[in-house]
């Protein structure tokens, strides 16, 4: 009786150990093979100088979720966000910013942390999207590019749409604002990049 207490104590001290690295090497195997993925031609790389503040050139611990981001200056384009992550007077970045026409610029390495997500810049990659109206509710064309890219970096990040999440799922902020009113819609999202990802 004693030898089978002690093989199965033994048993889940070994499950533990292995969900311990598997939990902390997954996400830090995902960075290094970011590493050497290149970027699809429908993304526009104008990467941000690293200023210690937009971009603090702080590698990622992982990538565990993606943070889905609205820009809140209702008719602002992608360039213009892009630029203001790269001046002087921002300390805000996302990895990819998407446009009124679904133009999608990437400003921060994969391999790095942005500065989009709070405490979770260390461990997912941030998108945030223009929108034309103080509704935050994103064009045709931003959605349908936001279903791509998010669909696309599940993919090489082997994720699926359950860590797709909202940076109101963190902090509480109204973001991306008609995300958080109206939950269908998120919802609906999700299963849009889901069906992204399956290839159907």
């Not at 602002?76 to 892009?82: I, S």
């Not at 009124?100 to 709070?118: D, F, H, R, V």
């Not at 008609?178 to 992204?196: E, M, N, P």
Request: with cysteine; aromatic share 8%; net charge negative.
């Amino acid at each position: 009786m004693k030898k089978i207490v002690l093989f199965t104590v033994f048993v889940l001290l070994l499950a533990l150990l292995g969900n311990l690295l598997v939990g902390n090497l997954l996400p830090r195997w995902t960075v290094l093979k970011l590493a050497g993925i290149p970027m699809p031609d429908w993304v526009d790389v104008q990467l941000i100088g690293v200023d210690g503040g937009s971009r603090r050139g702080v590698p990622l611990e992982g990538v565990r979720d993606i943070v889905i981001h609205y820009v809140g200056n209702p008719g602002t384009t992608a360039q213009q966000n892009r630029d203001y992550f790269n001046s002087a007077a921002s300390e805000v970045s996302a990895h990819f910013v998407i446009g009124l026409e679904g133009e999608i610029i990437q400003c921060i390495p994969l391999t790095e942390k942005s500065s989009a997500s709070n405490d979770r810049n260390r461990d997912t990659i941030s998108i945030e999207v223009c929108h034309p109206d103080e509704t935050g509710k994103f064009t045709d064309q931003s959605y349908a590019a936001l279903v791509k890219l998010t669909a696309w970096l599940c993919g090489i990040c082997s994720l699926d749409s359950s860590h797709v999440i909202r940076h109101y799922d963190i902090t509480q902020k109204q973001c991306p604002l008609y995300f958080v009113t109206d939950k269908d819609a998120w919802q609906q999202f999700r299963q849009d990049v889901q069906a992204a990802v399956s290839g159907s």
